[in-house]
């Protein structure tokens, strides 16, 4: 299947500095792609679209000046969690769909993957 | 607003039982749901895509039921095995075939040898 790879798997980082995590689809050229954040014992909750070319949409309560998303080709999507504090601390996942993939019933899109997932840890 | 649940949040049970995970939705205007492995500290893994047409999806030991009129989908997974060991998560669109998915907090599942 469609492969989704996430950098650096894990990163662990002083509060107050930047950190950025790239979220490649490897094997296929994805114009959108979506990342969600999972704190411990929850469920994975959707901070934002990232689309090639354009802004990305956040989703309500996600500050888009605190996580910033690039999304500069059509295999690279990046999110830099800026001044990063110890409430950031999470796992943070991306998805891309691959539109080569037959789509899903009633909709416009191809098949979703997600990546390895990319633990970080704020000190 | 979609809502996703699933129960029993965690599930232990000796190794070669038959199981089921529960999911149940509150949006039933969608156009299919998923469900997703995921091993600790790792991301997720699709095992089964199941459309509004279709009333199961079946791969390999795993079969997934959806009944779009009751709001609930089901994960049977027959003669369990230590390896099917991990968190079980539910996934509905946000709305008709969205490519947001709406998640569950997932069961973890413990099969014991």
């Known amino acids: 299947g469609a492969v989704v790879s996430q950098h650096p798997s894990w990163v662990i980082c002083k509060s107050g500095t930047s950190v950025k995590i790239e979220c490649r689809s490897l094997d296929f050229q994805a114009t959108t792609m979506f990342w969600y954040r999972q704190f411990p014992k929850q469920s994975l909750m959707l901070m934002a679209t990232?689309?090639?070319?354009?802004?990305?949409?956040?989703e309500q309560g996600v500050e888009k000046d605190k996580f910033l998303i690039n999304h500069a080709s059509l295999t690279l999507s990046t999110l830099t969690v800026t001044s990063a504090h110890p409430e950031d601390s999470s796992f943070y996942i991306c998805?891309?769909?691959?539109?080569?993939?037959?789509?899903?019933?009633?909709?416009?899109?191809?098949?979703?993957?997600f990546g390895e997932g990319s633990r970080l840890t704020v000190l | 607003k979609q809502e996703v649940t699933q129960i029993p949040a965690a599930l232990s049970v000796p190794e070669g039982e038959n199981l089921v995970l529960n999911c149940s939705f509150t949006d039933s205007a969608i156009y299919n749901l998923q469900w997703f492995r995921q091993d600790p500290g790792k991301g997720l893994t699709s095992l089964l895509l199941i459309q509004s047409s279709q009333r199961e999806q079946t791969s390999g030991r795993l079969n997934a039921s959806l009944d779009k009129s009751s709001g609930r989908s089901t994960l049977y997974i027959a003669a369990s095995q230590p390896g099917d060991s991990a968190t079980y998560l539910c996934?509905?669109?946000?709305?008709?075939?969205?490519?947001?998915?709406?998640f569950g907090k997932g069961t973890k599942l413990t099969v014991n040898p």
């Open positions: 996934a509905a669109p946000l709305r008709g075939g969205s490519e947001k998915l709406v």
């Open positions: 998805s891309a769909r691959d539109l080569r993939r037959p789509g899903l019933a009633g909709s416009h899109t191809g098949e979703l993957f």
């Open positions: 990232s689309n090639e070319g354009s802004k990305a949409t956040y």
